[in-house]
Nanobody, 122 residues
Framework: VQLQASGGGLVQAGGSLRLSCVAS????????MGWFRQAPGKEREFVARITWTGSYTYYAESVRGRFTISRDNAMNTVYLQMNDLKPEDTAVYYC???WGIGSIAANTYDYWGQGTLVTVSS
């Protein structure tokens, strides 16, 4: 599976962005998907995840209520809708695929995209 993330950019605080992650391969619907982020000088952290059916989602406390993860298995794409962005959301965002359910732990994911930079100005 190859993952290609896009949709990052520069936005003012309070604004919105939607990230997309397109996967190659015919087994996309068998993978749990996650979004992680890494801010400068910090460890990579979990943001959100979604099961292969899309029936279950889970968010980090810092983004809950502001971000929404979704997927379209027909389009081999997972999305991260980010609303009410804050300067502390500035980071490189990565999508990842885990065979099966996935979790909040980065080491349970098998494939990673290249990352897309989100910069939120105050």
């Amino acid at each position: 599976v190859q993952l290609q993330a896009s949709g990052g950019g520069l936005v003012q605080a309070g604004g919105s962005l939607r990230l997309s992650c397109v996967a190659s391969g015919r087994t996309f619907s068998s993978y749990g998907m996650g979004w992680f982020r890494q801010a400068p000088g910090k460890e990579r952290e979990f943001v959100a995840r979604i099961t292969w059916t899309g029936s279950y989602t889970y968010y980090a406390e810092s983004v809950r209520g502001r971000f929404t993860i979704s997927r379209d298995n027909a389009m081999n794409t997972v999305y991260l809708q980010m609303n009410d962005l804050k300067p502390e959301d500035t980071a490189v965002y990565y999508c990842a695929a885990a065979w099966g359910i996935g979790s909040i732990a980065a080491n349970t994911y098998d494939y990673w995209g290249q990352g897309t930079l989100v910069t939120v100005s105050s």
